[in-house]
């Protein structure tokens, strides 16, 4: 790529940043026992920021001829007239190193086709091998992705990295005496050994067996478990309180709270590129910040917040490595990576197993319309009613309410059962009182 930053630093002498993606993806899907799609594309382009006089231009484009980048130059100059000063624009100096992380399967090259379509095929079979209940397979899928990411400026930072992806994924449906349930699952990995297709195939047969029969139960506050996927989602919902653009622009209620116990003293919460499981695991952020872990969440205590270096200048902060792409189109933007919540000591059958009544919910319907910035919710729940200590039956057909915030300041036991699920990773939590909406009496 000598010959993009060549074309760009012959064409302006103001001070420049190129971020240059190659990404190559394979989507394979499967129903009916067959192989139903299959899509391979390679992707590439660049973006280009221009700073000069406290104002940014950026322009981005696909086509990587010389002509191609000279037009996204001059259209990134061009920007620079429109745009506002801000004296928080920077860009970084190569002084810091950045390390090499374990985020990159170089077998996955040499995986053949036929291979890869067994591997997805056997998540099917393997889900309808579980139990004859399990009628339709909605989809099975297995993706693969390699990304190159080139960064530089004209102050002779220059960074790259490779880093590949597997997924696989099957959504299905139960049915028994007329009633239908959905069963799924998903697990992401760097590398292609950490991807296990029947046990993928069977643990989403088994989520749409056990929901089978489902039926309301009383209302009232009950201790209550969060799957451990389901607090994944709420983190991943709340994490926004955390970054400093929502700080600066006061969309966060943790704002004004750092050293304050806004949850439960028994969470424990990071945010970092370093967390290599996790599948935003980079060594450098969007903008050549070395990877780094914060600390957001210490035993209860509000510890801190997230940066890019725009932010970081306006609240006269460090920058944490928090400037995410999203790709070429546009520019970084502070925003979370891999997001990690601390395991506890408990088993998830030990959680249930201290519980006389209560609710273990593993489904929480509608969670992105619960309110980021208060927390308030009100939602459409299922899982498993808990009676003297054990899953007694599957319930539906309720609602739980409260405030998120409020919900993980009334934990009181966290589980061991850690997993990652993306890029974040969550435990089961035992809540000490949740008020649920049923329609028995």
């Known amino acids: 790529m000598a010959y993009v930053k060549e074309t760009v630093q012959t064409t302006t002498d103001k001070p420049y940043e190129i971020y240059y993606i190659k990404k190559h993806s394979e989507i394979i899907e ?12 390679t992707t590439e382009g660049i973006a280009v920021r221009i700073l000069s006089a406290n ?7 696909t086509q990587l001829d010389r002509d191609s980048i000279l037009k996204t130059v001059h259209k990134a100059l061009e920007g620079l007239e429109v745009a506002d000063e801000d004296d928080a624009y920077e860009f970084l100096d190569p002084s810091t190193p950045y390390p090499t992380l374990a985020i990159h399967d170089s077998t996955l090259v040499d995986l053949a086709t036929e291979k890869k379509k067994e591997m997805v095929l056997s998540i099917e079979t393997a889900a309808r ?13 297995l993706s693969f992705h390699q990304a190159h990411v080139w960064l530089l400026n004209s102050f002779e930072l220059e ?43 069977k643990n989403a047969a088994q989520k749409a067996i056990t929901r089978l029969g489902g039926k309301p139960v009383p209302g009232g506050t009950f201790p209550t478990i969060l799957d451990r996927e389901v607090v994944a989602e709420i983190v991943q919902l709340l994490s926004s309180s955390f970054t400093g653009e929502n700080i600066y622009k006061g969309k966060s209620t943790l704002k004004g709270k750092e050293g304050q116990e806004i949850f439960s003293p028994c969470l424990n ?12 695991a980079a060594p450098f952020d969007g903008e050549g910040e070395p990877a780094q872990k914060t600390t957001l ?20 902060a460090t920058s944490t490595a928090n400037a995410i792409r999203g790709g070429i189109s546009l520019p970084p933007m502070c925003g979370t990576t891999n997001l990690y919540l601390d395991p506890g000591k408990v088993s998830l059958k030990e959680m249930i197993r201290d519980i006389s009544k209560g609710f273990y919910i593993q489904e929480l319907m509608g969670l992105h319309t619960a309110n980021t910035i208060t927390g308030e919710f009100s939602l459409g729940a299922s899982g498993q009613w808990i009676e003297k200590g054990e899953l007694t039956y599957p319930v539906r057909g309720v609602a739980v309410s409260g405030n998120l915030f409020e919900l993980l300041k009334n934990v009181e036991v966290v589980g061991s059962d850690v997993r990652w699920f993306g890029s974040t990773a969550a435990p089961s939590l035992l ?3 949740l008020s649920l909406a049923g329609t028995e009496k």
Not at 30 to 41: F, Q, R, V
Not at 172 to 185: D, I, K, Q, R, V
């Open 30 to 41: 499967s129903k009916d026992n067959s192989i139903d799609g299959y899509e391979i594309a």
């Open 297 to 316: 969440i210490d035993h209860g205590v509000v510890a801190g917040f997230l940066y890019d270096h725009y932010y970081a200048k306006k609240m006269k």
């Open 431 to 433: 809540v000490g009182s």
């Open 269 to 280: 919460l990071s945010d970092g590129l370093l967390f290599e499981e996790g599948m935003a």
């Open 159 to 201: 960074r790259f990295y490779t880093a590949s992806g597997v997924s696989a994924t099957i959504i299905l449906t139960a049915e028994e005496n007329g009633m239908s349930e959905f069963g799924w699952e998903s697990f992401s990995s760097h590398f292609l050994a950490d991807i296990q297709p029947e046990e993928i195939g």
């Open 55 to 61: 104002k940014m231009g950026f322009s981005y484009t």
């Open 129 to 141: 091998q579980y139990d004859s209940r399990i009628k339709q397979i909605r989809n099975a899928q």
